[in-house]
């Protein structure tokens, strides 16, 4: 880690002292609140990172926009970015300054893409979630998952490529806790709503009560 990052760190360990670990870094150009955990070593460029969200020791995450509560465990990296696999060679010296400037060419190309992690979102540890990828809510990523595709809400996924192993709930649950946004609620009313959170076998009645007194 450069002297620079480590100054940086210091800083924003000062601010945020009970959530932040020793030599975790984010850029000026990503948002972190204060209410977040960051692990060892984990480092966070160009994104956006939501309440509560948990992230474990030396996860790389850049361009990403992600919700609240999520829960992001070791060594995951979010935000690669590409190569064009069209043309003859995959070396960005064809097509980007760099070595050989004489030999870049100009194409329509972004090597990069934002990737868009919903809320409650569980990534399992080593999990590879590659450019322009969108993770619906409530989703989980298997330890050691390569995503490739967009996930859907509340969906289990593993493998490499990725694939969908089942979903968390049925359809009407999923739907019902999609319309609840409960991930947006202030603390305070989350704090009044507690007990729903450990019920397992009224999950589907509880919500429709807690909607029906919106």
Known sequence: MQIKELLVNFINKKKFNKSISFLSFWDNSSIIPSNIY??????????????????????VIKNANIGNYCSIANDVRIGLGKH????????????????????????DYNEEETINIGNDVWIGNGAIIMDG??????????????????????AIVGGIP???????????????LQKSQWWDLPDKTIEN???IFTNSERIKDNLKKYLNNQ
């Open 38 to 59: 960051l692990g060892l070593g984990t480092r966070i460029l160009n994104s956006k990172i939501g309440k509560y969200t948990r992230i474990k020791p030396f996860c």
């Open 84 to 107: 064009p696999t069209g043309l003859i060679s995959t070396n960005s010296i064809f097509y980007k300054t760099g070595i050989r400037k004489d030999w870049a060419v100009h194409i």
């Open 162 to 176: 990725a694939k969908i192993i089942k979903y968390r709930f049925d359809e009407e649950t999923i739907n019902l």
């Open 133 to 154: 990828i969108t993770v619906g809510n409530g989703a989980i990523i298997g330890a050691r998952a390569l995503v490739t595709k967009d996930i859907p809400p509340y």
């Open 193 to 195: 709503i507690l007990p």
